[in-house]
């Protein structure tokens, strides 16, 4: 079983940076592949980006391209989740999620992800 502990959430304003941390445990993560989603107030949870096991091929949603950065260190068994210029509308909880990797393709579906976080909240004020 993996349990996955997200950190570095907090209160900036628009157009600063966070970066997330995704810590796991229980199993070595070189394995599975990882995303980040997110759920605004009212909203449903939404894709952000996710990463494959190695770390060679990544996928971000829209609205974050350019923007938010995905990445891992497998040997620190560890996800991250670079933002930069932040926006009001990125406000929401942030979950690390992992899947046992197929290794063919990223998915951007919720129910493909068989371990989550607890969640880190972004408030980015205008």
């Known amino acids: 079983q993996v349990q996955l502990v997200e950190s570095g959430g907090g209160l900036v304003q628009a157009g600063d940076s966070l970066r997330l941390s995704c810590a796991a445990s229980?199993?070595?993560?070189?394995?599975?592949?990882m995303g980040w989603f997110r759920q605004a107030p009212g909203k449903e949870r939404e894709f952000v980006a996710a990463i494959n096991g190695n770390g060679d091929s990544t996928y971000y949603t829209d609205s974050v391209k350019d923007r938010f950065t995905i990445s891992r260190d497998n040997a620190k068994n560890t996800g991250y989740l670079q933002m930069s210029s932040l926006k009001p509308e990125d406000t929401a909880v942030y979950y690390c999620?992992?899947?046992?990797?197929?290794?063919?393709?990223?998915?951007?579906?919720?129910?493909?992800?068989?371990?989550w976080g607890q969640g880190t909240q972004v408030t980015v004020s205008s």
């Open positions: 229980g199993r070595r993560i070189s394995n599975y592949d």
């Open positions: 999620a992992a899947r046992n990797s197929d290794y063919r393709m990223l998915y951007v579906s919720s129910r493909r992800y068989e371990h």
